[in-house]
């Protein structure tokens, strides 16, 4: 059976012999090999097409080096085991038409120069790969939008595929040489192309496939061709013809570039930097992509920043031979799961015998058939284009299919960057439109249904239910911008123009933000409120959003919803000019005999959380807060009330610890009832115990109602 690192079976892998599991081995290593290799000799015949092929044997030692070592040391350190890497043709497609604008702008530029213009960019997207691993900032290109994401791949598809046709015609492609395609021998080369991408491409995605297929095709391919060669034809004539590449010098060694070429590449990149600014940012978006498809296929959670780091160190290090960038390959990895291997020898052993490939056989890229080599950069196009048709068959609206759309059109039409971020632009304008349908009114109340935690006499209460229609809480939800608060600001207008609203209060808890112009909008409804007679108070957690809603005239800040509404359930009351001291607990004098009386001054602690609740407290006078802690040990007001009241009575009752902090609010004026004089009253006067347990008793009813209305409040929210 396949075996691991440490000899021990790997789990999951099929039963066998040891033989089936070397042979399997052996067979998965060549496939690796022949992908990367195949990869690194397709990328160079695109990068290095017309002027430039003369040097591409040496480019393509340099790709297959890179590859070669990238993909042992990730195999190697990678935390994603077994893991499979490759050439990245969606950088060297950027490349590609970087190199193109140097030539087009220095007529002196040469094939050294090339491949030191691609060292310095790999160097680059390794440094910005190693910044982000050490960041763990490889979690934000996943915000990007999901059909900008998907049209990025369809227009590096597209690329691929006119990538491919440039390879095979080993010249750049124009619009006006559309009509030659259909001519002669560019017709027949075309089709050899075509057969060559679909068949890689069909064998890649069937999962009916045998093991190793596609590389078989390509082995096959070849020779098939050379076949039809000593038959019908000879080397030189099909090398005349343009079936393969000019000759050229094997490269034998590792190709290292100078520090004087890699200073002279900086320079001439200086005038590409928005070229290079595109390679790192589909560098990393491409190797983020290939990470989440990772984890989607194996069901378990990539460390990002680990292999964004791994991935780094190592692209660094082969950027001074030109390599392009190199890290997972999403296919090939799956390929070698499901051959049984678990754990990194034969992916190490692809990367190793890839690289000394590069150092040793540079030269047989002459012999390579260009229909080939362009041919896998088509299979991978029409791998892409295939999985973006499937996205858009999905559930998406024709907005996002048209979004889509324009972003693969423009990277073909305009530039990679260019469609991007017309693809970012046109998916911001869709969400707008899509939030702006949002109500930002989250819901809205009037005094019946919204009350503070403060406790209230029968008076109070009746006074607040009678003018419950002079209170309205709009509550207000996600972020607000010039549009939406233009709604809020609509709203508040229709909710002040009701002749019974004089307080408003606007809670601004569920608000994520707000857009710095919406001041614009909100302060003239506010001073118009306020200007109308309308009592406006504001609330929120975030000081900030507070200071921006509380800028206008006469509106008052709040830190929470319950302050505010204690505040105005205030300004209700002195409307009313309630009377409440005429309905709290009595207090005759001959209660007080056994309490011992003290005072409190504002601010100190009346009663602790976690005490023992040996005492029974009675407020006289003075106002307190009553605060207990939520399960992350934050502290919030639950109730407040105002002498005379009784506090600590729940903990006295069933002799267990203080449930909740008791804080005055103002100097106090209490009397004190311990458990020992409480046993002596009831011996020696049991009716006036009893009439005490019957007051308590009494305000733990009402309390339990305000509880009960409240939750049932908190419910509908």
């Known amino acids: 059976m396949t075996m691991t690192e440490g000899g021990t079976p790997a789990s999951g892998a099929a039963p066998g012999r040891s033989g089936d599991g070397v042979l399997a081995s052996i067979v998965l290593t060549g496939a690796l090999v022949v992908s990367m290799a195949g990869m690194g000799l397709a990328l160079s015949a695109l990068v290095f097409s017309g002027d430039l092929a003369v040097g591409r044997a040496e480019a393509t030692a340099s790709f297959t080096i890179g590859a070669g070592l990238v993909g042992a040391w990730l195999a190697f350190r990678s ?20 190199v193109a604008s140097l030539v087009a702008s220095r007529p002196d530029v040469d094939a050294g120069d090339i491949r030191a213009v691609i060292g310095v960019t790999t160097l680059a997207a390794g440094l910005s790969m190693l910044v982000l691993g050490r960041l763990g900032l490889g979690e934000a290109v996943r915000f ?3 059909v900008v994401v998907q049209g990025f791949i369809a227009g590096t598809a ?12 080993d010249r750049p492609l124009e619009f006006d040489d559309l009509g030659s395609l259909v001519e002669g021998r560019a017709l027949a080369q075309l089709l050899a192309f075509l057969a060559v991408a679909a068949l890689i491409a069909a064998l890649s995605s069937s999962p009916r496939a045998p093991k190793g297929a596609a590389s078989a095709a390509i082995v096959g391919a070849a020779v098939v061709f050379y076949a039809a060669v000593l038959v019908a034809s000879s080397t030189d004539e099909v090398q005349a013809s343009g079936w393969l590449s000019e000759p050229a010098d094997s490269a034998v060694g590792v190709p290292v570039i100078g520090p004087e070429a890699l200073g002279d590449a900086w320079r001439a990149i200086g005038g590409e930097l928005a070229g290079l600014a595109s390679v790192l940012v589909v560098t990393v978006v491409a190797l983020l992509l290939n990470l989440s498809a990772l984890e989607s296929v194996r069901r378990e959670r990539v460390d990002t920043a680990h292999e ?25 990895t799956v390929l070698a799961e499901r051959m049984g291997v678990r754990g990194r020898g034969v992916c190490v052993a692809a990367g190793l015998v890839t690289a000394a490939l590069g150092v040793v056989g540079a030269g047989v890229v002459a012999y390579v058939p260009l229909f080939i080599a362009g041919g896998i950069l088509g299979a991978v196009g029409f791998g892409l284009l295939d999985g973006w048709v499937r996205f858009l068959a999905g559930p998406l609206t024709w907005i996002d299919r048209a979004t889509s759309t324009s972003v693969a059109v423009a990277m073909i039409a305009i530039g990679v960057i260019e469609g991007v971020v017309i693809g970012l632009v046109l998916a911001c304008a869709v969400f707008v439109i899509r939030y702006s349908r949002i109500d930002p009114v989250r819901r809205q109340s009037d005094g019946s249904t919204s009350r503070s935690v403060v406790d209230r006499t029968a008076a109070e209460a009746t006074a607040l239910e009678k003018h419950a229609a002079a209170l309205r809480v709009v509550e207000l939800q996600g972020y607000l911008f010039f549009a939406s608060a233009t709604r809020v600001g609509d709203r508040l207008r229709d909710v002040a123009s009701a002749t019974e609203v004089s307080i408003v209060v606007v809670d601004l808890r569920f608000v994520t933000g707000v857009e710095s112009g919406t001041s614009t909008v909100i302060e003239p409804v506010l001073e118009d409120l306020a200007a109308g007679g309308t009592t406006v108070l504001v609330s929120g957690p975030d000081p900030q959003l507070l200071r921006a809603w509380a800028g206008a005239a006469d509106v008052e800040p709040h830190p929470t919803l319950d302050r505010a509404l204690a505040s105005a359930e205030q300004r209700i009351l002195q409307i009313a000019e309630a009377d409440d001291s005429s309905d709290g607990p009595s207090t005759p004098p001959g209660w007080l005999g056994p309490f011992e009386q003290a005072t409190v001054p504002a601010g100190e602690h009346l009663l602790r959380e976690g005490d023992p609740g040996d005492d029974l407290v009675f407020v006289l006078e003075g106002t307190v807060d009553v605060i207990a802690r939520s399960a992350t040990g934050a502290r919030h007001r639950v109730r407040q009330s105002s002498g005379p009241v009784w506090v600590g009575e729940l903990g006295f009752l069933r002799g267990t610890p203080r449930s909740a902090d008791v804080v005055a609010q103002t100097d106090l004026q209490i009397a004190t009832l311990t458990r020992a004089s409480f046993e002596e009253l009831q011996r020696s006067s049991p009716t006036t115990a009893t009439r005490i347990m019957t007051e308590i008793a009494t305000v733990a009813a009402s309390r339990a109602a305000s509880l009960t209305a409240s939750v049932g409040s908190a419910l509908d929210r």
């Open 79 to 98: 935390r994603v085991v077994p893991l499979a890497t490759i050439p990245q043709d969606a950088p060297a497609v950027v490349l590609a038409a970087i």
């Open 144 to 146: 990007l939008p999901t």
């Open 158 to 169: 597209l690329l691929l595929l006119r990538g491919g046709v440039e390879v095979t015609l």
């Open 308 to 332: 964004l780091t791994e991935s780094g160190v190592s692209n660094m290090a082969v950027s001074v031979v030109g390599a392009v960038p190199v890290f997972h390959a999403l296919g090939d």
